[in-house]
């Protein structure tokens, strides 16, 4: 009663599998156990679909297996998703060796959106360019092309990793009170000190 999604490597080996489940069991994912052919941390699902590709301008990170298909089918490339983990550095090197920018495509609801900002820290780390797209809450890529269409994904702007850390800063303080607004303000400061260029900093 699960849905199976093979697992297969950047050189189109197959090893592993992912399993979706169809009712309410739990766990709603599984994975094949990890062996000396199958380290989650070391593999992305979808990167087989971009061995092939060139130019590829950016890569989407999305949560899922199913997030990778939608945009696979509706002609948007460079799909992949971690492993039912949270993204390794490992997997963001694999990532940086296929494409200039990545663009974080996380579910809208808070769980996403705490991950999507943990993978724009370990993507800074790692000195990649990284935006992130933004869904309503309870939607995820897949949601949005198929209750709004591929043409609405498309349309989506990805926001700036920095915006996107003061954004997510900002739901923490409440700004309309002046000391709350005095604290934001202190600790906006502090995140925008890992800027280099004094444009980007004013």
Same mark, same amino acid.
């Given at each position: 009663?699960r849905?199976?999604?093979?697992i297969?490597?950047?050189y189109?080996?197959?090893?592993g599998?992912?399993?979706?489940?169809?009712?309410?069991? @739990?766990p709603?994912?599984?994975?094949?156990?990890?062996?000396?052919?199958?380290?989650?941390r070391?593999?992305?699902?979808?990167?087989?679909?971009l061995r092939?590709l060139?130019?590829l301008?950016q890569?989407?990170?999305?949560?899922?297996?199913?997030?990778?298909i939608?945009?696979? @089918?509706?002609?948007?490339q460079?799909?992949v998703?971690?492993?039912g983990t949270a993204l390794?550095?490992? @997997?963001?090197?694999l990532?940086r060796n296929?494409?200039p920018?990545?663009?974080?495509?996380y579910?809208?609801?808070e769980?996403? @959106?705490?991950?999507?900002l943990?993978?724009v820290?370990?993507?800074?780390q790692e000195g990649?360019?990284?935006?992130v797209l933004?869904f309503?809450?309870?939607?995820?890529p897949?949601?949005?092309?198929?209750?709004?269409?591929?043409?609405?994904?498309?349309?989506?702007?990805?926001?700036p990793a920095?915006d996107f850390?003061?954004?997510r800063l900002?739901?923490?303080?409440?700004?309309?009170?002046?000391?709350s607004?005095?604290k934001?303000?202190?600790e906006?400061?502090?995140?925008?000190?890992?800027?280099?260029?004094?444009v980007?900093?004013?």
């Amino acid at each position: 009663h699960r849905v199976m999604f093979p697992i297969i490597n950047r050189y189109g080996q197959p090893i592993g599998f992912g399993a979706r489940a169809l009712g309410d069991a @739990q766990p709603k994912y599984l994975n094949t156990a990890e062996t000396p052919l199958f380290n989650k941390r070391y593999n992305l699902y979808g990167i087989n679909l971009l061995r092939r590709l060139r130019d590829l301008k950016q890569v989407y990170l999305v949560e899922g297996y199913l997030d990778v298909i939608a945009l696979d @089918q509706h002609g948007f490339q460079g799909a992949v998703a971690t492993l039912g983990t949270a993204l390794t550095l490992e @997997q963001a090197r694999l990532m940086r060796n296929l494409a200039p920018e990545v663009w974080v495509a996380y579910d809208g609801d808070e769980a996403g @959106q705490t991950a999507a900002l943990r993978a724009v820290e370990l993507l800074h780390q790692e000195g990649i360019t990284a935006r992130v797209l933004r869904f309503p809450a309870g939607e995820d890529p897949d949601d949005t092309i198929r209750r709004h269409g591929a043409e609405a994904f498309g349309a989506l702007r990805p926001m700036p990793a920095m915006d996107f850390r003061l954004h997510r800063l900002e739901t923490g303080f409440d700004l309309a009170d002046e000391e709350s607004r005095r604290k934001f303000a202190m600790e906006a400061c502090k995140t925008l000190s890992i800027l280099r260029e004094p444009v980007e900093v004013d």
